[in-house]
């Protein structure tokens, strides 16, 4: 068996399997940055299954982007049933029951449709095709000892191109307009630190961090799709709360210390 504490590059390593493994990945720094007692509670809470059972189209946008020969194998998209009608509302229950068994998602057929127009809208614009049809490896987890603190670290590239020194990741977003707030609300900026000090942990040279967003509402009757990367000023402040961040599990860790009582601030309305 693999030993996933020794920093190197994995190849075929499942996404369940990565995230059991040791290590802090850029998803805990951001659990880090909210307080450590979420770090551990994220660690230790019962997680409800049937909660999770409900389809997360990022994650089949992701899959039918970045690995579409797998598609099949993880979902399901359902024929149209007319619940209007006692025959259509069993035909969708015998539909389900014949699934069941199968572990895989199930996708309505309006879901399916969806999704395979904004598969054909990210195809349809010139860098977003170069980047997911060009060589490359798509999932591959990359550990490495931190320099500073060091601590085992972990990434998992959404995809990078096999011939050139370049990294992208697919976000879905509900709003287009919106992505740019999103970059500091959900720590986009910290993720690009993390992966390009990864990369070139692995493989000795800096690499292009590119976002590769796909949005989920229609404008104009099209599903926007750009690829951007961060400029200079988000790099940075992304790199300084990455190390924030990452000095913090460490000492946390080192102490065994993860408490943390962040006070509740008076918002500025309640302030009138």
């Known amino acids: ?19 059991r493994s040791p290590g802090i990945s850029n998803s805990g ?3 880090i940055d909210e307080s450590p007692a979420t770090f551990i509670w994220s660690r230790d809470a019962p997680v409800d299954e049937e909660k999770t059972k409900a389809l997360d ?17 993880r979902f399901i998209i359902a024929p149209e049933f ?11 229950q015998a539909f389900l029951s014949e699934c069941s068994e199968l572990g895989k998602i199930i996708m309505t057929a309006e879901e399916g449709r969806k999704l ?12 977003a095709r170069w980047l ?27 995809r990078m191109i096999g011939n050139r020194p370049i990294m992208v990741d697919v976000k879905k977003v ?5 992505f740019e707030r999103h970059v500091i609300e959900f720590g986009y900026h910290r993720q690009d630190a993390m992966y390009c000090d990864g990369y070139q942990a692995h493989f000795g040279e800096e690499p292009l961090f590119l976002f590769l967003v796909v ?9 926007p799709v750009r690829v951007r990367p961060l400029d200079d000023d988000l790099k940075q402040m992304g790199r300084e709360l990455y190390r924030r961040n990452l000095n913090e599990y460490h000492r946390c860790r080192v102490e065994d210390d993860w408490h943390d009582f962040k006070p509740i601030i008076c918002p500025r309305w309640a302030r009138s």
């Open 57 to 73: 189209m990022g994650t089949a946008l992701h899959c039918i982007l970045l690995e579409p020969d797998e598609f099949k194998d």
């Open 82 to 92: 007319n619940r209007r009608t006692t025959a259509g509302k069993a035909d969708e």
């Open 116 to 127: 395979s127009l904004m598969r054909e809208s990210a195809l349809a614009h010139p860098d």
């Open 132 to 158: 997911l049809e060009a060589d490359g490896q798509a999932e591959a987890s990359i550990y490495w000892n931190d320099s500073e603190t060091g601590e085992l670290c972990r990434i998992r590239p959404d």
């Open 29 to 31: 720094l951001g659990l």
């Open 215 to 223: 949005s989920s509402s229609v404008n104009c009757g099209r599903y």
């Open 174 to 178: 509900d709003d287009m307009s919106r």
């Open 1 to 19: 068996m693999t030993d996933l504490s020794i920093p190197g590059i994995h190849y075929g390593l499942s996404n369940a399997d990565y995230h």
